[in-house]
């Protein structure tokens, strides 16, 4: 795994950005940001590891070249509207999974809101093993820790209130009809676009943390997916046909989650229910759901305060907790 951004890279980068038409001497960055020249030396040096193009001449020192396309902490932050979520960001190249990162980084006690973004994720992971292609360059692939204080059965709900933030955003940057498919999809014209996985540690009665997931197609091209995906899946640009912002989606979707995420904890799922049935691509159809062994088939006919579906089959009302929905 490659490490997240230093401290003395995120503020020499800052500085080097304010005057990208001149060069600036270490002695320059040193006095300003008063730390050793070394470590100037260290953080250009870090900065070029993640691709920063920064010119440097003898007698005159650097000047910035070339910005990479990456989701740095440091941007995020500046763009940030929110209380708690993403106060503090740790950004990464590459990552195996921002899930189990994040499930690390909260078990050694980190802050409620705190973010996992990465670039790439090598191993990134769906439910129940499955696996997540994160591409370079392409997706926002992040993690967020949260310490709600609610009984493990509530925590799906969290599932479906981040879906429903994440088709809010994409609907409110494009004007494209995303949806938000139960338990943890979003979609548009009927393809994914977006995943949610919610990890959880907890007791039986009480919830230490939950590690909420989220990956989103954001400038794939049809190209950019492996075959067995295509069929399925698709990006906002695909959709959109225009390049979109990583950040700016990042930050409003943000934005958009930690109100439902606070209203969530206050008062429940109860608040959200009549959005994510407006939104949701699966009431009012005829669906076939698998759990386990089990089977359910009939109308999706309501999304409860707990977060389950409610089917209504032949024989009478099935409430689902989780599973896989086929529309039929
Ligand atoms: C999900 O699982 O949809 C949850 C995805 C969560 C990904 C985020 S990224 C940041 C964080 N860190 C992680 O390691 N994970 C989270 P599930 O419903 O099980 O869907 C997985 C299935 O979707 C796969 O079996 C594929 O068929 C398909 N799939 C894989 N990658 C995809 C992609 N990029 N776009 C659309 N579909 C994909």
């Known amino acids: 795994m490659k490490r997240s951004m230093q401290a003395a890279g995120e503020e020499v980068l800052s500085l080097l950005q304010k005057k990208r038409r001149t060069f600036l001497s270490t002695k320059e960055i040193s006095e300003k940001l008063r730390v050793h020249p070394y470590v100037v030396y260290q953080a250009i040096k870090e900065l070029r590891r993640w691709d920063f193009e920064i010119l440097s001449e003898k007698g005159k020192g650097y000047r910035l070249l070339k910005i990479p396309d990456l989701i740095l902490a440091g941007e995020v932050k500046g763009k940030l509207k929110t209380k708690i979520l993403g106060k503090d960001v740790l950004s990464y190249r590459s990552v195996g999974?921002?899930?189990?990162?994040?499930?690390?980084l909260a078990e050694a006690g980190a802050k409620e809101g705190t973010l996992i973004v990465a670039d790439e994720q090598t191993k990134g992971r769906g439910r129940m093993g499955r696996n997540w292609y994160s591409p370079p360059g392409l997706g926002l692939w992040m993690s967020l820790i949260l310490r709600p204080n609610i009984p493990p059965?509530?925590?799906?709900?969290?599932?479906?209130?981040?879906?429903?933030?994440?088709?809010?955003?994409?609907?409110?940057?494009?004007?494209?009809?995303?949806?938000?498919?139960?338990?943890?999809?979003?979609?548009?014209?009927?393809?994914?676009?977006?995943g949610i996985l919610l990890e959880l540690s907890a007791e039986l009665d009480r919830t230490n943390f939950v590690i909420a997931g989220i990956g989103v197609n954001v400038n794939h091209l049809p190209k950019?997916?492996?075959?067995?995906?295509?069929?399925?899946?698709?990006?906002?640009?695909?959709?959109?046909?225009?390049?979109?912002?990583?950040?700016?989606l990042l930050t409003s979707f943000l934005r958009r989650f930690e109100s439902v995420y606070l209203d969530f904890k206050k008062n429940g799922l109860s608040p959200q229910r009549q959005l994510i049935k407006k939104f949701s691509s699966l009431l009012g159809r005829s669906v076939t759901v698998k759990f386990g062994r089990e089977k359910v088939e009939g109308l999706a006919q309501d999304i409860d305060d707990d977060g389950s579906l409610v089917i209504r089959t032949a024989r009478g009302e099935k409430v689902v907790r989780a599973g896989e929905v086929t529309v039929v």
């Open 97 to 104: 999974s921002t899930n189990q990162l994040g499930f690390r």
């Open 153 to 194: 059965f509530k925590a799906p709900g969290l599932s479906i209130c981040a879906g429903l933030a994440l088709a809010q955003t994409i609907r409110k940057l494009t004007g494209l009809d995303a949806k938000v498919k139960w338990p943890n999809d979003c979609l548009i014209n009927g393809l994914k676009v977006g």
């Open 224 to 248: 950019d997916f492996p075959r067995k995906l295509s069929a399925r899946a698709t990006s906002v640009r695909i959709e959109w046909g225009e390049e979109v912002s990583r950040v700016k």
